[in-house]
């Protein structure tokens, strides 16, 4: 998707908060075709992609996956029902629970919370890109020795947080992890595991500091 | 011994142990599947749309649009126009379209209109005089009064006064009469005036007085009586993956089914009617399954609609999964309970007396009656309940289901009585041990654990914490029971000639690790290791087994694998006990060989013996249960203690849970590891719905407030404090046999935790969830018992 018209800035988004106040005052209809259209508002050239699909690339787990999808999907509906990626949950359908958590260029983010379109040109990581075939990550043998998962519905969503949190928070504490995994909730009740899970993956604990 | 009884802990490698949950690296690696996952190619989108009123009727429904859009494949109507809709959220049109923007867009372009009716979601405290809006006794009624041992007297009295709405012929009179009924009952059935049922919509159903004893002259001698308000309210049961279905037509006449489901061998028989196909011609898979809590029974109506509009759209598949909203308003709730009771104890803390007159709602059908007073038989008691019918999604099974809400109320009523008199909680429920039945030994053996734990001796004080500051600090107890005793269940296991082991069998695994220990038993059984096991679960063409509720899955699961496994190890004894030139009685299976008992030098390697069985597997079924294969290898009836210490802000009227301890028996303990996980995830949910959770449902418009997972506040990973679990294992508990443990530890948490907040504030929080402002309310209105 090439679009010359683009500031640097807002080369992998497809629209920026400023833009949209734009277009909501547009009254004209917008012609049904693929790829981004421009248009004029408000004195300037405005990019404007659908409402029908258009064609997106994502770049996930290191690979460049296409599709096309309308606007409106959001990362999420993206990864699960374009790519079958489905580790990612849908769950709270509003960016509170955490089981659709994935990375995008290295930080965890809802991805219920994000447009596919705005996603495309940044590193997404999900959980089935930590792992190679059966094996598993440092953490993920921890959340099994520490049986820190149950239906695992929450799980995938824990698994990035987690990670993420450990590697930022290296000597965590049993309060930064209380604060730091705040942003995933889990029903069958596998707090405690996951708390054991990133307080032995912690070096304040094995030094004993923590 | 037979041969089929559990082993002795010095002869099973595995049973008992703690073992990591066999599924859990496909779960940590998002490698599993679940019903939400299915994606097939082709698969259509389905959506609800849903009645936004509390009540009323359809006039008319208008797809046209719908129909013609471009991308839209199917439009059933769920309920068609002059359809009574007696909640908000109800299903009245169902699409399916390629995607889900398109399904969205046709849900928008359908036009219903509805005659919005009045509506009636309050479960506030009925009024008192509801007796006469009642009017004539109905069947129901009156065969309620009779299971409840209603006195003679007062049931005809009822009768008299107030008429019956029903015939009773001479027959129903002498079956009657031969059931042991009075005969002044019966006579007063015979000469009693018909009145047409009650025309009056009151949403009260109040039950008959039940008196047991003498409770009027009992609380008249006793030393100390306390009054007191105490319940939970409605809350729903959230699970993560949200109800649904995939359906699809593979022939005209087979349907293949994925399903969200806790009754995976239940689904089909459901599904037969409406699809208008044999059972036997519908295929119910389900691999993974992202919570249940006994809201997933059925395929619900809108598993049937993506049955009739695959059909539609020419047998593509068409997945429904509900929306978080819908989730949260219909797709599950747990009844609210309150209760205004009145207790009393002899001056040693003995409880004579109980008087409840409890209240609440479970939607339109009423609401269940909680078993009052919990666990203790109070010798004289009188009670009554009034189920609410209210404008909402019907009840659904949660977690041990009315239990939570007696504990509450019977607990938290207790440990007022033990204020007043100055009495330890722990040595008040200690002396009243004998009124727990059957599990007192087990309730005497867990309450000085849980003591210890929770240094209960050091860090108790009496009611109020005495400390400056404005945060208090106080410990709160409770327990609980439940049966759960192994439903019925088949199983297939296979050992094949080069040695590996196969389980058929169509459970299902909620997370509990019911594939984990029908594993370790196999395995234990057979001397293999777990890896040598296949277990193949979640196909409705496996060998039927029951559905996961009432904790019944664990002893059924096990029984039947237990008899399958001994089954065909006795078999392959037999097999290859000539080559060992022994009897196969004489044989055992360790470490993955074939041995002789009296000389394990005389062995065979497991693959070689199975390699003995020739070219063909071999397979045996086994069952739960099974009278031809005793012992029985479940049991029911578990016993729990909980305590519980807790930080109260008294100015913000934040509680906060310090610790959590949970003591608890099921028999015989299969894996040590999941089934304390199962422990401390039923303290987690408990300290959730203590503190946090509740329906919400507003009187205007008759709609959940909250559907949604901001306000709808499940705990997090911050609110849980310390939590210790101890389970009950050895003599006294192995040879009980398994037995379920889903339910029994979710029931005491509310109870515990509301105690702990009375005893570090002095005053009790009558309701819960004990959030800020009842907390607050509390205090303020400063209610000392």
């Not at chain 1, 290295?106 to 930590?130: N, W």
């Not at chain 2, 389900?286 to 609609?305: E, L, V």
Request: charged letters at 20%.
């Amino acid at each position: 998707m090439k679009d010359d018209k683009k500031s640097p800035s807002d080369q992998h988004s497809g629209l920026t908060r400023r833009d949209f106040m734009k277009i909501s005052g547009i009254s004209a209809a917008v012609p049904l075709v693929l790829g981004p259209t421009v248009v004029h508002a408000a004195g300037e050239e405005i990019v404007v992609y659908g409402p029908g699909k258009i064609p997106i690339v994502l770049d996930v787990n290191g690979r460049k996956l296409i599709s096309e999808v309308e606007p409106r999907v959001t990362l999420l509906e993206a990864l699960r029902n374009s790519f079958d990626l489905t580790a990612a949950k849908s769950v709270c359908d509003r960016g509170t629970c955490g089981a659709c958590t994935v990375l995008v260029d290295e930080k965890p983010v809802y991805a219920c919370s994000v447009l596919a379109i705005e996603a495309q040109g940044k590193k997404i990581t999900t959980v089935e890109g930590l792992t190679e075939g059966d094996s598993l990550t440092p953490i993920m043998q921890a959340f099994v020795d520490h049986d820190a998962q149950q239906c695992g519905f929450c799980t995938p969503g824990f698994i990035i947080a987690t990670t993420h949190f450990l590697q930022e928070h290296p000597n965590a504490t049993e309060d930064d992890i209380r604060r730091g995994l705040s942003g995933n909730f889990c029903r069958c009740g596998t707090y405690n595991g996951i708390r054991a899970v990133a307080l032995a993956k912690s070096s304040a604990e094995k030094s004993g500091a923590a | 011994m037979s041969e089929y009884t559990w082993p002795n802990p010095e002869t099973r490698p595995l049973l008992g142990k703690r073992i990591s949950r066999v599924d859990g690296p496909v779960k940590v690696s998002g490698r599993a599947k679940y019903t939400f996952d299915y994606n097939p190619d082709g698969l259509l989108a389905g959506r609800i749309l849903r009645c936004p009123h509390a009540h009323a009727r359809i006039t008319s429904i208008d797809t046209s649009a719908a129909e013609k859009m471009s991308g839209v494949k199917a439009v059933q109507i769920i309920q068609k126009p002059g359809t009574e809709v007696f909640w908000a959220g109800d299903e009245v049109v169902a699409v399916a379209a390629v995607d889900e923007c398109t399904a969205e867009d046709a849900l928008r372009a359908i036009k219903v209109q509805y005659e919005v009716l009045p509506h009636f979601v309050s479960d506030t405290e009925p009024p008192q005089n509801i007796t006469a809006s009642n009017g004539p006794i109905s069947q129901d009624d009156f065969e309620d009064m009779e299971d409840n041992q209603v006195p003679d007297e007062q049931v005809v009295a009822a009768i008299k006064h107030q008429g019956i709405s029903f015939h009773p012929d001479a027959k129903y009179l002498k079956e009657l009469q031969e059931s042991g009924a009075d005969a002044s009952v019966v006579q007063a059935l015979r000469t009693a005036k018909y009145a047409l049922p009650s025309g009056s919509k009151s949403p009260y159903k109040k039950t008959a007085v039940q008196t047991q004893g003498e409770p009027d002259k009992a609380f008249a001698s006793a030393a100390a009586t306390v009054e007191g308000l105490y319940g939970a309210s409605a809350i729903t049961h959230c699970c993560l993956e949200s109800h649904g279905m995939a359906a699809e037509w593979t022939t005209d006449k087979d349907l293949l089914v994925h399903i969200s489901t806790q009754n995976l061998s239940g689904i089909a028989p459901q599904i037969a009617e409406p699809a208008g196909i044999p059972a036997g011609n519908i295929q119910v898979m389900q691999q993974y399954i992202g919570g249940g809590f006994g809201s997933k029974f059925s395929p619900d109506r809108w598993g049937i609609a993506s049955v009739q509009l695959s059909k539609t759209a020419g047998g593509k598949p068409v997945k429904i999964m509900l929306d978080r909203a819908a989730e949260l308003e219909v797709a599950g709730m747990r009844p609210s309970a309150f209760a205004r009771v009145k207790i009393a104890a002899d001056n040693d803390g003995k409880l004579v007396a109980w008087e409840s007159r409890s209240w609440g709602t479970g939607g339109m059908g009423g609401g269940g009656t909680p078993p009052l007073p919990y666990i203790f038989e109070i010798p004289n008691q009188r009670k009554q309940n009034v189920a609410i019918s209210t404008n909402q999604g019907s009840a659904r099974a949660w977690r041990a289901p009315n239990h939570p809400q007696a504990a509450a109320i019977t607990m938290c009523a207790m440990e007022d009585l033990a204020a007043k008199l100055n009495l330890d909680p722990v040595e008040m429920l200690t002396r009243n041990l004998d009124l727990t039945g059957p599990r007192e030994k087990i309730y005497r053996d867990e309450l000085p654990i849980a003591a210890e734990m929770m240094e209960w001796k050091q860090n108790w004080h009496p009611r109020g914490d005495k400390t400056s500051g404005p945060v208090k600090r106080g410990l709160g107890m409770s327990i609980h029971t439940w049966g759960g005793r192994g439903h019925n269940s088949d199983c297939d296991l296979t050992i094949h000639p080069d040695g590996s082991v196969e389980i058929k069998m169509a459970t299902q695994d909620l997370g509990t690790g019911a594939r984990t220990i029908i594993i370790i038993v196999a395995a234990d059984t057979l001397g293999i290791p777990m890896d040598n096991v296949k277990l193949l679960i979640g196909d409705s063409r496996y060998p039927i087994s029951g559905a996961s509720g009432g904790s019944t899955t664990s002893g059924g699961v096990t029984s039947s694998t237990r008899r399958a496994a001994v089954d065909a190890r006795n078999q392959l004894f037999a097999k290859v006990a000539p080559a060992l030139k022994a009897q196969p009685e004489d044989l055992e299976a360790v470490n993955a060989t074939i041995r002789v008992r009296s000389d394990p030098s005389r062995t065979l390697s497991w693959k070689d013996a199975c390699s003995r069985l020739g070219a063909m597997p071999m397979t045996v079924r086994g069952k739960n249960p099974d009278k031809s294969k005793p012992p029985d290898l479940t049991n029911s009836g578990v016993g729990g203690v909980q305590m519980a210490d807790v930080s109260v802000d008294t100015e913000t009227g934040i509680v906060r849970v310090n610790k959590m301890v949970a003591v608890q028996d099921c028999g015989l303990v299969v894996d040590v590891k999941t089934a304390e996980s199962q422990v401390i995830g039923a303290l987690i949910m408990g300290i959730s719905y203590a503190l946090y959770e509740e329906k919400i449902l507003d009187p205007v418009t008759g709609r959940m407030l909250n559907p949604n997972m901001d306000f709808y506040r499940l705990a997090g990973i911050a609110d849980i404090g310390e939590l210790k679990v101890h389970m009950m294992t050895g003599k006294g508990y192995d040879e009980r046999g398994v037995i379920g443990l889903s339910e029994p530890p979710v029931v005491s948490p509310g109870a515990a935790i509301s105690n702990a907040v009375a005893n570090a504030i002095g005053v009790r929080v009558p309701f819960l969830p004990l959030t800020p402002a009842r907390v607050l309310e509390a205090l303020e209105s400063g209610r000392q018992v």
